[in-house]
């Protein structure tokens, strides 16, 4: 069955909130990234292994914050390539 205009401006709609859904995906890539550059520089040049250890934790609470903040941008690619699919498929 052939798309209407509607479907076809839907999936056009769609795959511009997927490229969205990429640049935010990058860019939570990079402050991840920098945040653990950071902890790294902070680590490594402290000298009280109390602080040393404040700062691992930070690290590793920080980093699974931006782990599940990827892992839910890529669900909603994920979601919105699912309702892209139904539309061709209808």
Same mark, same amino acid.
């Given at each position: ?25 990058e ?15 902070? !680590?490594?040049s ?13 690290? !590793? ?15 909603? !690619? ?8 139904? !539309?061709?498929?209808?």
């Amino acid at each position: 069955m052939a798309l209407t205009e509607s479907d076809r401006n839907n999936i056009a709609n769609y795959k511009i909130q997927i490229e969205r859904y990429k640049v935010d995906l990058e860019r939570i890539k990079k402050l991840k990234k920098e945040k653990s550059e950071y902890y790294a520089r902070q !680590i490594k040049s402290t000298k009280d292994a109390t602080v040393k250890g404040r700062y691992r934790e930070s690290k !590793i609470r920080e980093m699974n914050s931006y782990d599940n903040q990827i892992a839910s941008v890529k669900r909603s !690619i994920e979601g919105v390539k699912v309702r892209i699919q139904t !539309i061709k498929n209808n």
